[in-house]
């Protein structure tokens, strides 16, 4: 089911997918290209950092360079998706990383999209599948035809659309163990 995703992701190409909230854009988190594309394609400025996702919690010692303690329980025991930006991010294609160094990360527990990041072994850039200043597209129907036709690849899950979609919550660290919510 994922094979044909997966070659395209490997291969520096974008790729249309449900997210573990709402539809997404992604891309190799590694491959700089490829999250330029994402730029292009989003025409969002890039100054606007992308959220990268796993599929491991063990993971984020390999994205974070100083991962804060209290980030291993608030991952680990959300029971929405929650995105959380760390102060220091490493392994990633630069032009991910915040104007500040720091990186946006989701532990996905949705089964189909994590199963997606796991295959790939390494994280999958997140981006909601939107030109820049539009609306998050919640059901593939409101997906621009510009992202549509200017995508490399479109996943679908076989067992059709997720119908309880919403944005992740984010959350700030610092490396101090002090947080601050972005989104609710």
Known sequence: MYHDALQHLRKG????????TIWGL???SRNEKAVEKLYQLK???ENKAFIILISKIEQLSEYVTEVPEIAWNLVEFAEKPLTVIYPQGKNI???????DGSIA???VKDE???GLVYKFERAIV??????SGDVSPQKFDDISPK?????????????GENKNVQPSQIVKLGLGGDFKFIRK
Do not use: H, M, W
Request: charge should be negative.
């Open 43 to 45: 025409q969002r400025p």
């Open 147 to 159: 992202i549509i036709e200017n995508v490399d690849f479109i996943l679908k899950n076989p067992k």
């Open 13 to 20: 190409d974008t790729l249309l997918y449900p997210s573990d």
């Open 112 to 114: 189909f999209c994590k």
């Open 126 to 131: 997140s981006t909601s599948a939107n030109l």
């Open 93 to 99: 294609a630069p032009n991910l990383l915040g104007e």
């Open 105 to 107: 990360i989701r532990l």
């Open 26 to 28: 992604g891309c190799d």
